[in-house]
């Protein structure tokens, strides 16, 4: 900040000028400045006033600025976030960059699968366990058996199960648990349908009751449905119980064990909840006596376990190539570029069950009165064209070319798969004929709106009314906030085009019901439906399925643009993190970081996913003692 | 004669020159562009540049120089009708807080004082979120925020003339509210207005860009440099080339905008501007 | 002067009471505004899987089926009581209490602003009185065409370039973290705000620059730098003592407004930087529809640079008595 003291030789022209203007003069302003003008004396208190702030602010940036530098010029390798290394090589900590937070942690009452992939597995556990396969072995039940005429549902429980407040799990655990989902309408009770009753005979047995046979409902169990809550800890922090506090019921009162859902959780799995930061970081401890251990054989083989949100994709790629997380998931298929050659990193592409939906609004038909366009959905060949029009494999290239084609509702981690992309190929001859048979062409294009919600990217909607552009379609693309989304489409069902993202699994109920926002009415598909929920084997349930799915999509009652799989990127040390539908289901138990001595970790842990996949394969196994499957 | 005189000198013959090019661009973009706004290639994208494609594309597989063209109509239309609105509701705020009537003047001056402490995103949030992000949003948020600055700073200026001996005098003969206003207030002030709202048409690209980043500015579907820069940034560690162009474009209009604005008011005030005094002997210095 | 204590009290009073005024206005607009976006907190937790009754029993219990004269005054009756009891109640959406929620956010987003403002005052002031002093010509105009061009930068571009150069795992020189906040030590938290705050500070010094050369010109004009030059200091000396201090009052008015228009910027680099700020709060907070929460975010945003506005037209006024008086915007003429 030195600058030269030269002397008034330097000034500037008019500068000088002024100074050339006599010396008088100043002298005499001097002389009048002193003798009282009360501007003059200003001057001299600020002389007073500002100049510590002033130079204590620039010593202390200095001061931070050199500070900085000097710490990070010592540290700049990018092992950062790695604290706590114990042992050779083994690290007892790990940090986890996901992309979707959950905006709180109550399971039981709000929507979302960001809260099924941190909590289920980890933190809360269900009846069953929900594998990589998407198929479900024994959890809290070790076996279960169901009656010949699939109405009696009995579940035999492991024994010595506890909650991580030492609270003793049993039957009646699990009885609260599914009576209160249903009773309260809670998240979970829809995938109990034709419930009719559920009690406990002893401490480890749970019979439930259906009024009519419904397929689906293992594996719902195996999920948000089948989640075992502690009665105590809950009810205690629901205000609920009158004798615990005063009348204010607020909640903050957390004597004993009870606990507040939404940003706390308590259950019954290998890691603990022991901090959270709402859309910032969850952090999971690793419990000190977890009881699968002898009974599922599942040991949490790191302490503790970061989990944190990155929004933005570029951020969690940041994150990762900076060491500061060590497994990223997902990571944009675009960005697998920035990591494809560094020698650290390695990514995988895997599967899930994602379906990007252009769902037609089939019940209105969308279209305006204004331009005599209203109902023009209706027209199966104006949906026929769009589907001929788009081409899904540009989107999905444009993206890094990890998704996946998907020609129908089911998606093929799901019962009833089939291939059904061969039904409508892009073909955009096709669509200009149908189009025109309808009525528009590109000179005389239709009018139509679509809108999504902004988490999904920009370049989708770009890319829609480019490829439908070139047949006459002119797209008219609202990309808004997931709450005016909700709003306009899911509730008031005011759209033509609608795109969204259902990364649920076992969804196919969607359209079957015609009160779901897609209108979609058609009495074959729910026959077909409701014939697979009554299916006696499970063989019987797919193929029912993969003809109702083939008849949704001939009818061309959506389009399905892809099914998006996630890539993730993880540092090589890390081993056994899950790579299938980990958006959703991403039990962490089985995830080692660094070299753990082979005595240590018992026999299971070598082989990354393939480890956790012969671990659900054992317990499979021991299943079907159970019964199914 | 302002322009006369404003293309005399150099820091108002430049920025007039770019600005002038830059709606020559917008308007051409209307009628002609490299490749069609739409035309997307879902196998080329991030491409680098070559014959076809100037600038390279983007991650959808769109022509880059095709969007910065169209974009700079866009962002051209946002900046007219920024000023406008800006100076319209500036204006008539200010008449307000220096109404006759004391009542109308507390008022006004306590509502403008409140309602200035209200961030701009927040208003364009709340204009976007009904119908999902739109140009009309941008421009509404940008010209009640920077009229609202406008009444604020000109005020003070605009309080010392309405209470000169002219308004005085003006109001004993009976001349309207409005008019005393318009004539004897408004050209008081109005080298004031001039440089603030060129100053808020500069402020509005600026703000531009960061809505549209945060996803409240400019829709997807709309090309102009906010969004150019925005779609630019989320890859910009992979494709660092992309964020060059729009953020210099941003970066060169603002500048234009604030030279031309400083110009404007030098060559529109008679203290400063002897042309408009009719002495054409003397020349601006600077 | 008289300027009896009482004066000064009563003065005081007057502009709480303003300021309460002026709050009370805002929080009725916010309110009202707020009511326009569609959708409610209540479709955003029962989410795309849920049955009509789920979002209804829901609505009741976050009482959203109350009238809106009910809703206001309880959010009203909430904000005041917080004013002695700190409670600010709990968010609907993530059920945190909202004073450490807000806290913990401030904690990264005031530092932010007050790193900012610190690099735009330092940058701001250095060059413009280097830009007046400098013996080298090109110096002075590099520097005037610097401040003009670097005060034209959008914050965006200015983080991205900051990132291209600076960012740890994919800049040039790769030394600073450009993604979230660490709280681990002053070093590593000052460390996660620096780019962000670089890119923040460096397009408001510039801009800073300008205003700052322009005050010392004015203070020019008066005959005090002569007066300094004539008792012997250099031009460089008397701009950089007397002019600076002349210009003082100047100065903080301008870091005062300049101050409240960082707000879009911080928002647009908090979200660059991934930082859990206010500003990334409160557009999650919006998006999710938790209104209450915004409301009183939104309130306290206001309440903020109202009290800016406040505490300049004091700072003024004590440094400057020629100033106590006139009126400086904030102030209601009568």
């Known amino acids: 900040m030195k600058k030269g003291y030269s002397g008034g030789s330097a000034l500037p022209a008019d500068k000088r000028a002024q100074l050339t203007r006599g010396t008088d003069d100043a002298l005499n302003a001097q002389a009048r400045a002193r003798t009282g003008v009360r501007a003059a004396q200003t001057g001299r208190r600020i002389v007073q006033n500002v100049w510590w702030p002033m130079v204590s602010i620039v010593v202390a940036l200095a001061l931070l600025i050199s500070a900085v530098v000097v710490a990070y010029a010592r540290t700049g390798d990018g092992s950062h976030g790695v604290s706590g290394a114990s042992g050779a090589g083994a690290h007892s900590h790990i940090s986890i960059g996901l992309q979707l937070a959950p905006t709180n942690l109550d399971i039981r009452q709000t929507s979302g699968t960001a809260l099924d992939q941190l909590l289920i597995g980890n933190v809360y556990e269900a009846l069953l366990t929900r594998n990589e396969d998407n198929t479900v072995s024994p959890g809290l039940a070790q076996s279960w058996e169901v009656s010949a005429d699939r109405l009696t549902y009995t579940f035999h429980l492991n024994a010595g199960m506890t909650f991580s407040n030492g609270d003793t799990l049993d039957a009646s655990d699990v009885v609260w648990s599914i009576r209160s989902m249903m009773e309260g309408h809670l998240q979970g009770s829809n995938g109990v349908a034709n419930f009719a009753s559920v009690s406990a005979p002893d401490a480890r047995t749970v019979v439930l009751k259906l009024s009519k046979p419904y397929s689906e409902l293992l594996w719902n169990l195996s999920g948000r449905s089948g989640l075992v809550f502690d009665e105590q800890a809950l009810s205690g922090a629901d205000g609920s119980g009158a004798d615990a506090s005063g009348a204010d019921g607020s909640g903050a009162d957390r004597s004993g064990s009870a606990y507040d859902a939404k940003t706390q959780a308590l259950g019954s799995g290998p890691y603990v909840l022991s901090a959270y930061e709402p859309g910032v970081s969850a952090t999971l401890t690793a419990r000190t006596k977890y009881w699968g251990e002898q009974a599922l054989n599942r040991r949490a083989h790191i302490q503790t376990i970061t989990v944190r949100y990155f929004a933005d994709p570029q951020a969690g790629l940041n994150a990762f190539t900076s060491g500061d997380v060590q497994v990223l998931a997902p990571i944009s298929g675009t960005l697998t570029g920035a990591i494809q050659n560094d020698a650290r990193f390695t990514y995988k592409t895997g599967d899930g069950t994602d379906k990007y939906v252009l769902a037609f609004n089939n019940a209105t038909g969308g279209g305006s009165a204004a331009d005599g366009t209203a109902g023009v959905l209706k027209d199966k060949r104006v949906r026929q064209a769009i589907r001929y029009a788009i081409d899904e494999n540009a989107i999905i290239a444009s993206r890094g070319g990890t998704d996946a084609p998907l020609g129908g509702p089911i998606p093929s981690l799901d019962p009833g798969y089939e291939d059904l992309t061969g039904l409508y190929p892009t073909d955009v001859e096709k669509a200009r004929t149908l189009l025109a048979e309808a009525g528009y062409s590109t000179s005389h294009p239709l009018r139509l709106r679509l809108m999504y919600a902004n988490t999904y990217p920009a370049e989708i909607g770009q890319q829609l009314r480019s490829q439908l552009a070139r047949v006459g379609i002119d797209l008219n693309v609202q990309r808004v906030e997931f709450a005016t989304w909700l709003s306009t489409v899911y509730k008031q069902r005011d759209f033509d085009i609608s795109m969204v993202d259902h990364n649920e699994s076992h969804d196919f109920a969607q359209w079957a019901n015609p009160e779901y926002y897609y209108g979609y009415d058609n009495a074959d598909v729910q026959k077909l439906y409701a014939q697979a929920m009554e299916a006696v084997t499970d063989s019987e349930r797919d193929s029912l399925l993969a003809r109702a799915a083939r008849l949704v999509s001939e009818d061309a009652a959506a389009d399905w643009i892809m099914n998006y799989r996630v890539v993730t990127a993880w540092d090589k040390r890390v081993r056994g993190f899950p790579l299938t539908m980990n958006q959703v289901n991403m039990p962490l138990w089985n995830v080692t970081f660094g070299t753990e001595s082979a005595g240590a970790a018992g026999s299971s842990v070598q082989g990354g996913a393939q480890t956790a996949r012969a671990a659900g394969a054992d317990t499979a196994t021991a299943a079907a003692q159970g019964g199914v499957r | ?286 | 002067m008289r300027t009896s204590i009482s004066r000064t009290v009563a003065r005081i009073l007057q502009r709480l009471a303003l300021f309460a005024l002026m709050l009370w206005i805002v929080s009725v607009v916010i309110f009202l505004a707020l009511r326009v976006l569609p959708g409610d907190v209540a479709a955003i937790v029962a989410g795309t899987n849920s049955t009509q009754a789920q979002y209804e029993a829901l609505r009741t219990q976050l009482g959203l089926d109350q009238p809106l004269i009910v809703q206001y005054g309880r959010w009203l009756g909430q904000v005041i009581s917080s004013l002695w009891t700190g409670d600010l109640g709990t968010s609907l959406i993530t059920g945190e209490a909202m004073s450490t929620r807000l806290a913990s956010r401030a904690a990264v987003t005031f530092p932010l602003i007050l790193l900012s403002m610190v690099i735009a005052l330092v940058v701001g002031i250095w060059t413009a009185v280097a830009s007046l002093t400098s013996p080298r010509a090109w110096v002075r105009d590099g520097l005037r065409v610097l401040a003009q061009v670097c005060g034209a930068v959008p914050a965006l571009w200015a983080g991205l370039l900051l990132i291209l150069a600076f960012g740890r795992g994919s800049g040039l020189l790769g030394v600073l973290p450009t993604q979230g906040f660490s709280s681990d030590s002053l070093v590593s938290a000052a460390a996660s705000l620096l780019l962000p705050a670089l890119s923040v500070g460096l397009i408001t010094g510039a801009q800073f620059s300008r205003y700052t050369r322009s005050a010392l010109l004015e203070v020019e004009k008066d005959d005090y730098l002569t007066w300094s030059m004539a008792a012997g200091m250099t031009y460089a000396q008397a701009v950089r003592s007397t002019g600076l201090r002349l210009a003082t009052p100047q100065i903080i008015s301008v870091a005062g407004v300049t101050f409240a228009s960082m707000i879009t910027g911080v928002l647009t680099v908090e979200s660059l930087f991934n930082l859990p700020g206010l500003a990334t709060i409160l557009l999650s907070d919006i998006s999710e529809r938790d209104l209450p929460a915004v409301q009183t975010e939104l309130l306290l945003l206001a309440a903020f640079f109202l009290a800016v506005g406040f505490v300049i037209d004091v700072v003024q006024a004590w440094l400057d008595p020629r100033m106590a008086g006139v009126s400086r915007g904030t102030e209601v003429q009568s």
């Open chain 2, 1 to 286: 004669m302002i322009l006369r005189s404003l293309i005399r000198r150099w820091d108002g013959l430049l920025p007039l020159i770019f600005v002038v090019l830059w709606a020559l661009v917008g308007l051409v973009s209307l009628l002609w562009t490299p490749y069609a706004l739409t035309d997307t290639d879902g196998y080329s994208v991030w491409a680098a540049p070559s014959a076809a494609h100037v600038l390279g594309t983007d991650g959808a597989g769109a022509d880059i120089a095709t969007w910065l063209m169209a974009g700079s109509a866009t962002e051209f239309a946002i900046v007219v009708a920024v000023i406008a609105l800006t100076a319209v509701l500036g204006v008539g705020g200010v008449a307000l807080s220096v109404a006759h009537s004391a009542r109308v003047r507390s008022v006004s001056v306590l509502v403008i004082d409140a309602l200035i402490s209200i961030p701009t995103v927040v208003i364009a949030l709340i204009l976007a979120a009904p119908a999902g992000a739109s140009v009309l949003a941008v421009i509404l948020a940008c010209s009640i925020v920077y009229a609202l600055n406008l009444m604020r700073v000109v005020r003070p200026a605009a309080a010392a003339a309405a209470r000169s001996q002219y308004v005085v005098y003006a109001r004993y003969k009976g001349v309207s509210e409005w008019r005393i206003f318009v004539q004897h207030i408004l050209p008081q002030v109005m080298p004031s207005v001039i440089i603030t709202v060129s100053h808020s048409a500069a402020t509005a690209i600026l703000a531009e860009s960061g809505l549209t980043y945060l996803g409240i500015g400019v829709p997807a579907h709309v090309a102009s440099w906010g969004q150019s820069l925005a779609t630019a940034a989320r890859f910009v560690t992979l494709h660092p080339a992309t964020a060059i162009w729009p953020g210099l474009l941003i970066t060169v209009a603002v500048i234009a905008l604030n030279i031309l604005g400083d110009a404007v008011r030098e060559c529109a005030d008679p203290l400063t501007n002897p042309l408009l005094r009719g002495d054409r002997t003397q020349e601006v210095k600077n």
